[in-house]
């Protein structure tokens, strides 16, 4: 699920609610505007909140995560559902934020290491000891490394193995407050 729609989604959810539309006209709108999974079942849910479902339930049969399905339900037994639709929308908005954030905060070091890792070589390849090939032997390793962590991680998710690794004792006290 994309956190761009999810957040389109949302976001056009709360504007269509406040704006009087009825729940199940609201979802086939907001539908319209997403992309992804929240337009493939904006449809269903439509139906569903036409027969009386409530929006929550359906969210949770349809594997929607946890923090939007509790905030719904907050929404709708409250009475405050374009509210709770609007900081679902924040949620999302600031997941991607984050996310940019660190990846462009990590370009700059990767470029450092790549530029470090083939200085080394330099002077033997202008001096014809070495051929010119081998300034990328160093930068090879380090990102057949990289990859090797990455995959590790890739498979590591699901199973709660990287959570608990990051919860060790030395890596605990940089994990716990980028956590928090």
Known sequence: MSWVSAA??????????????????????????AAGWHREHSPRWSQG???????AEQL????????????????????R???????????????????????????????LVHAAMMIPAVPAVFLG?????SILYGPGIFWAVIAALLIFAALSVKSGLLGRIALMFPLRGLSLPLIT
């Open 81 to 111: 559902l374009p509210e709770m639709c609007e900081d679902i929308s924040a949620f999302y908005n600031h997941c991607i934020d984050l996310r940019r954030l660190v990846i462009g905060r990590l370009i700059y070091p990767f470029v």
């Open 129 to 133: 000891n070495q051929p010119a090939i």
């Open 49 to 55: 909140c036409s027969s009386g479902r409530t929006l």
């Open 8 to 33: 389109a989604f949302y976001h056009q959810l709360g504007v269509i609610i406040k704006a009087g539309l009825p729940i199940n006209q609201a979802l086939e709108h907001a539908g319209s505007t």
């Open 60 to 79: 949770r049969e349809s594997g929607e995560r946890t923090l939007p399905q509790a905030l719904i339900l907050a929404g709708e037994k409250s009475g």
